[in-house]
């Protein structure tokens, strides 16, 4: 494959992201303490978010998070069993949480969530992973 296509297919990619048309990335990854929600473009970029939300397994929402504006970027998220802040730092522009209304929320060891990462504009299309702490 010539180095022309690669790269067009590369430009196709991170607009198709970064426009909203495809959802977000999401993937889970153990830590040490708890996990990682990696939801980088193309393995290493910030991606552009419009919403965070993360469900327990009954489906309220534990934590939702919302740009203070139309979006914000972000490489991922990391949670624990126990609390955790409700408005974790971004790669670039600001977050608020909508859901807790304090500072931090907490989380179980053992039980089931779902955290789903939603494009930014009016699609809102997005993308989830299941996990257990």
């Known amino acids: 494959m010539s180095v022309i296509p690669q790269a067009s297919a590369v430009l ?4 198709f992201v970064s426009c909203g048309i495809a959802h977000p990335p999401v993937r889970v990854e153990r830590t040490a303490v708890g996990v990682s929600i990696d939801c980088q473009t193309l393995g290493e970029y910030p991606t552009s978010i419009g919403k965070v939300e993360l469900l327990d397994e009954k489906g309220a929402t534990v934590w939702q998070l919302e740009p203070e504006g139309d979006l914000f970027q972000a490489h991922r998220f990391d949670l ?15 977050a608020r949480a909508v859901v807790p209304t304090g500072k931090t929320f907490t989380l179980w060891s053992g039980r089931r969530y779902r ?12 993308g989830s992973a299941e996990f257990v702490l």
Request: charged letters at 15%; one cysteine or more; aromatic letters at 6%.
């Open 80 to 94: 624990q069993g126990g609390v955790n802040s409700s408005t974790p730092e971004v790669s670039w522009g600001s």
């Open 115 to 126: 955290v789903r990462v939603c494009a930014p504009n009016g699609l809102k299309r997005c």
């Open 12 to 15: 196709f990619a991170a607009l």
